[in-house]
């Protein structure tokens, strides 16, 4: 007896169709898989055994042999007990081979034979869409997940008798899922009306929110650093669907959209702890998943206290911020992780925190220039905004203004300048002005005649690299398009090049 179940391999962040190929015949009672699995796979045929057992169903005393095809992929999930068990009912005449022959199945068995969710149902979902498949067949956990993707039928089964009971009637069954709201997800982010004063941090991070512009803060602790930096997504614009979907490809390959939360519908924030590993922030292993860069993509990933963190990591920065993707090559292939998130930082201006205040500061002149050397010029190169965080004022806090700009009115302007940039690049895969390339620039940014003459003179008195030179136009341009203005004037281009060239230690 032989037959054929469709299901899927994780690579990267899409999924590969495997072919589950059963084959029962006479010969020596043994169960054997091949086809490049794991060990974690191979463990399928005792949690499929017992599963099916615990149902009344045992499997006959002959040879079964069980192939996942193509042999080149490597497979290492327990995404494939659905399936199999899927192939030993078909083979055992319990449900009819054709009600699974164009369907794609995923899930983990439990030995009671419950179904269990796994990651990577989404990607697996739009690979069955791709191959013209119209039903998907998932554990009823990762249904909502998987209905993301329109136009194919999701069945959600809670209990492998479940599936049996489907392949018997399929028509209007009552097993396929069907969605009756938009998931929305209730997460909030702290709003700017918090920050009393701080007007300097304020503007640098509307700047940063409305161009996507990378952003480091420097001040003692306590200041406001990080309760900026978690503020910026509050302003950002709202995601779009297709990168809802693109962000949820991502988190779904990581395992974390959950059957409350099937889709991520807010800008990601990702604040790792500045003892991260190499691997942690860029993504790997032996089948690589993403890092905390590729789980930042469209939103902000915002490192503290970042000279503490090891340099070789920090230089594993440089790629990312330039490319906005990363790739990770192992000897099973070449995987693209996309990373185009806006960096926001924040460090203090020396090792004890307190510089320039010589009453407080304990450092030495030789420790402060070590500890801002940490972070090497390539890295500071990419990094469109620098702002000094002072301490708030004992009247700030006191007495705030009533006045204090918060998130919705930032947010209106970041929401502005993003629809002028949006119908300025609309034939163009462009989205924000950090993404301008250099042969773009001339085309975009047009500066009037005092604006070239302030850069003239800058380039000249402060040697200039071409990339500084880019960098400071392009936030020219966000500063233009926060103001309403077509050209680039003088004092868009001195606010740049404030930003861009602000000492970390004043």
């Known amino acids: 007896m032989f037959c054929k179940i469709l299901s899927s391999a994780i690579s990267g962040l899409s999924c590969r169709p495997v072919y589950i190929e059963l084959d029962i015949s006479s010969g020596m009672p043994v169960f054997i898989m091949i086809g490049s ?113 329109g136009g194919i039928t999701v069945v959600g089964i809670k209990h492998l008798s479940e599936l049996i009971e489907y ?152 790629g990312p911020l330039e490319d906005h993707s990363i790739l990770i090559s192992r000897s099973t292939g070449s995987f693209l992780f996309p990373s185009h998130f806006l960096f926001a930082a924040a460090m203090n201006p020396c090792p004890c925190g307190h510089y320039p205040d010589m009453n407080k500061c304990t450092c030495t002149r030789h420790e402060i220039q070590s500890y801002l050397a940490r972070i090497s010029k390539p890295v500071l190169d990419r990094i469109d905004i620098r702002v000094n965080v002072p301490p708030p004022t004992y009247g700030d806090l006191e007495n705030p203004s009533a006045d204090e700009t918060g998130s919705t009115q930032m947010k209106l302007l970041v929401e502005k300048a993003f629809h002028i940039q949006t119908e300025r690049y609309s034939s163009y895969d462009i989205c924000f002005n950090s993404e301008l390339k250099a042969s773009d620039i001339k085309k975009f940014c047009p500066v009037t005649r005092e604006g070239r003459r302030i850069l003239e003179i800058s380039f000249s008195k402060f040697d200039l690299s071409a990339r500084a030179y880019h960098r400071i136009l392009k936030l020219s341009r966000t500063i233009a398009d926060l103001d309403g203005s077509d050209y680039i004037t003088e004092a868009h281009i001195s606010e740049a090049f404030l930003f861009r060239n602000q000492p970390l230690a004043p």
């Open 167 to 318: 392949c018997s009637a399929p028509e209007n069954s009552p097993f396929i899922y069907r969605r009756e709201t938009n998931a929305k997800q209730n997460r909030t982010y702290p709003d700017f009306k918090d920050i009393h004063g701080q007007p300097a941090v304020k503007r640098a991070a509307l700047i940063a929110a409305a161009g996507f512009h990378n952003i480091l803060m420097c001040g003692p602790p306590g200041s406001g650093k990080s309760m900026a930096a978690k503020r910026i997504p509050s302003i950002m614009p709202e995601l779009t669907r297709q990168e809802q979907l693109e962000v949820s490809r991502i988190y779904s390959i990581a395992g974390m959209l959950t059957e409350d939360d099937p889709i991520v519908t807010k800008r990601p924030f990702r604040a790792p702890h500045h003892s991260l590993s190499a691997q942690a922030l860029c993504g790997g292993g032996h089948i690589p998943r993403p890092g905390e860069i590729t789980l930042a993509h469209r939103g902000v990933l915002f490192l503290d206290e970042l000279p503490e963190m090891p340099a070789r990591v920090i230089e594993h920065l440089r």
């Open 37 to 149: 699995v794991s060990a974690k796979v191979r463990e399928a045929q005792d949690r499929v055994r017992t599963a099916l057992k615990n149902m009344d169903i045992f499997l006959p005393a002959k040879r079964i042999t069980i192939n996942l095809a193509p042999g080149d992929i490597k497979k290492d999930s327990t995404r494939f007990d659905l399936p199999i068990a899927a192939a030993l009912l078909v083979a055992l005449e319990k449900i009819p081979e054709q009600s699974v022959k164009d369907c794609m199945i995923i899930g983990e068995l439990h030995l009671n034979g419950e179904t269990e969710s796994v990651p990577g149902i989404l990607p697996g979902i739009i690979s069955a869409k791709e191959l013209g498949i119209n039903t998907c067949i998932v554990p009823y956990a990762n249904a909502a997940e998987a209905s993301n993707v």
